[in-house]
């Protein structure tokens, strides 16, 4: 059984910082794209960072460019999200997604496997 696990979020002051980790397990995930979105209440999820298989190639939505860090392990399986100066307007669920082939994308729909998603919250 194919599982993403996110861990690593929690409640934090503006300006902090957060690392997320998300453990891929029942497959192995080193020739997959994959990804960060976050969702917020009442907001539709949103892209938030991806990245190659090889860990060459990543993108940032605009609004986390400078200070949020995407990276991965292959030879452990996880997938990691540095956060750093964070927001109030940051706080949302945060989830790992993945693909099963192909480049990294934004769009939701062309991941096939998410985890649970783990609560980032930035008090002001």
């Known amino acids: 059984q194919v599982q993403l696990v996110e861990s690593g979020g929690g409640l934090v002051q503006a300006g902090g910082s957060l690392r997320l980790s998300c453990a891929a397990s029942?497959?192995?995930?080193?020739?997959?794209?994959m990804g960060w979105f976050r969702q917020a209440p009442g907001k539709e999820r949103e892209f938030v960072a991806a990245?190659?298989?090889?860990?060459?190639?990543?993108d940032y939505t605009d609004s986390v460019k400078g200070r949020f860090t995407i990276s991965r392990d292959n030879a452990k399986n996880m997938l990691y999200l540095q956060m750093n100066s964070l927001k109030p307007e940051d706080t949302a669920a945060y989830y790992c997604?993945?693909?099963?082939?192909?480049?990294?994308?934004?769009?939701?729909?062309?991941?096939?496997?998410w985890g649970q998603g783990t609560q980032v919250t930035v008090s002001s």
């Open positions: 997604a993945a693909r099963t082939h192909g480049i990294p994308t934004t769009e939701a729909r062309g991941y096939d496997y």
């Open positions: 029942g497959r192995s995930f080193s020739s997959s794209p």
């Open positions: 990245i190659s298989w090889s860990g060459v190639v990543t």
